[in-house]
Every structure is written in C-alpha cells, then in structure tokens.
C-alpha cells in the first residue's frame, strides 16, 4: 500500500510568512520520504467542522502550481476540487497546464461540492444538491472531451461550449487521473464506474463500511460493463500513523485485503514536515508490505 500527504493546515507558527516555507518542507520531506502523492484542499475558507473558518486556507491550483515547481515524482492533485468553484472548460484548461508543468503529475480530483458558507460568503452560485451532481456528470464529460480529439462543440444542460480546444495536450495520456471523492452510493459511486480512475473515501473504524461502499461500486462497473479492477481504491484517515502507528497498520492489513492502494496521513501539528518524516520512516515501509 502506497501513502498520500493530505496537506489540510496552514495555521502554523510565525503568521503568513511561515506558509511558504513549511509546505515547501512538508513536500520536499513526502518527496524523500516515498510519499506517492500530495494533496492540498479546494476551498475559499478553512472547514469550520474542523477549525475557525477564519483560520488560512490558500488557493488550491495556485498551490499546486507551485508544489509542481520545487517536486520531481509525487502525483499533485486536490482532494478535491468542489464542482461549483470553477467553470468546466477553465478546469480543464489548469490541470492540463499543470500536468505539462509538472511533467505529466496533475490529478484532477473532483466532487459535487459541500460547503455553503464560502459560496455564499464570496458570492459564488451554490445550486441544490440535485443539480451539483449534474454539473459533476458534465464536468467530468467536459474534461475528458477536452483532453482527448474531439475538439468540436460540448451542449449540455448546464455548460455550453463552442469548442472544447485545450493545448498543449496532457502529457499523460489519455489523460490525468480523475479520482472522484465520496462515498454516495447512488450518485457519487456510479460517476465513479463510468468516468473515474480512482475513488476516494473516509475511512473511519468502521472497516466494514468501506467493503460495503467498495462492493456498491463494484455493482455499478458490472452495470455498466467495466472491470473494477480498472479503478484505484484509496481512502483517507482510517488511524493515526503517528500517535499510534501498529493499530494504523492493523487496520490498513483489512483495507488492504479489500484492494485498497492508497492511503493519506494529514499531520496538523506545527511541524508538519516533522510529522511526514517521521511516519515515512517508522511506518511506510511496513505500510508499502501490505
């Protein structure tokens, strides 16, 4: 099992001016450690279930674009884009940008969006739920479209695009990895079947919820005739590799046996280069034996 960095914290010792220099830290520390990937959050605002909603949050592109400046190997996405935050067409054009700037390491990682608050807050339109899936259906059809060879027109219920031309093209091909985050099972899993690489889910104690979820998915690529096995596993959290490293590798030996590849550690402590260094040493290379 490979691990992720889910850098979630940018409330950090020294203000503003220690932002910069700590994510640079952080990532350099994933980097040479044996991190696969890392990933930063899409939003306006810090998540207020989690901390002040007035605490820093960066952009996350911008963030990318300069993650994929001072890294060579780690795969760079967000986890994930909300589907409400950017038009389609613009989506696509960043992370092919960013997939040529970082020598084919973009992901686009992408959902149907949650949290109102920064919507409303900025003045961004934040449609019912029903219609945020629909723009996530689309958004994903408009992205594979522009980075694959039809660049001819895209005349959909919400987006309408004269052309979908996108140059240079993805260095990766066909195309980024798309990995599409939650776990619904009617909506969220069947785009999963149909358009994704890879999942993402949140891993709590209950392993049993994750089989259920995986298993739900597995129905949906049967429905729609495509091999599972085609779509990487990962999830987030699922323990702590730093408090309490042999229950989190306890715990990953049951997501492991249920195909998951992947799973990401986010510290939130004010070292958190410190925090990537010492779980790639101590438990990494038990992890990467699953």
């Not at 990937?37 to 949050?57: N, S």
């Not at 599409?180 to 069947?190: D, M, P, S």
Request: with cysteine; glycine share 12%; proline share 7%.
């Amino acid at each position: 099992m490979e691990l992720a960095v889910h850098n979630l914290n940018f409330t950090l010792p020294g203000g503003p001016e220690a932002i910069g220099p700590a994510l640079l830290a952080t990532a350099r520390a994933a980097e040479e450690g044996g991190v696969s990937q890392f990933t930063v959050m899409d939003h306006y605002f810090q998540m207020d279930w989690m901390a002040p909603g007035e605490d820093p949050m960066l952009e996350g592109y911008t963030t990318l674009g300069y993650l994929a400046g001072v890294t060579e190997t780690m795969r760079l996405g967000l986890l994930v884009t909300g589907v409400t935050y950017r038009h389609p067409g613009l989506l696509a054009k960043i992370v092919a940008t960013l997939d040529v700037l970082s020598g084919g390491r973009a992901m686009l990682g992408i959902g149907a969006a949650w949290y109102e608050r920064e919507h409303v807050g900025l003045g961004v339109p934040y449609p019912p739920l029903a219609e945020r899936f629909e723009r996530l259906e689309e958004a994903l059809q408009i992205c594979l479209q522009m980075w694959g060879d039809d660049d001819g027109p895209y005349d959909g219920r919400h987006y309408q695009l004269a052309e979908t031309l996108c140059r240079p093209r993805t260095i990766q091909q066909p195309h980024p990895t798309v990995l599409i985050g939650g776990g619904g099972e009617r909506k969220t899993l069947r785009l999963v079947a149909r358009y994704a690489d890879a999942c993402n889910l949140i891993a709590g104690d209950d392993v049993d919820e994750v089989a259920h979820k995986l298993a739900v998915l597995d129905q949906h690529c049967a429905d729609v005739g495509r091999d599972p096995a085609e779509i990487e596993r990962t999830i987030n959290r699922g323990g702590d590799p730093l408090n309490d490293p042999d229950g989190f590798l306890k715990a990953m030996e049951r997501y492991a046996a249920l195909g998951v590849t992947r799973v990401g550690f986010g510290p939130m402590g004010p070292d958190p280069a410190g925090e990537v260094a010492k779980v790639c040493e101590d438990v990494l290379p038990r992890l990467k034996e699953l």
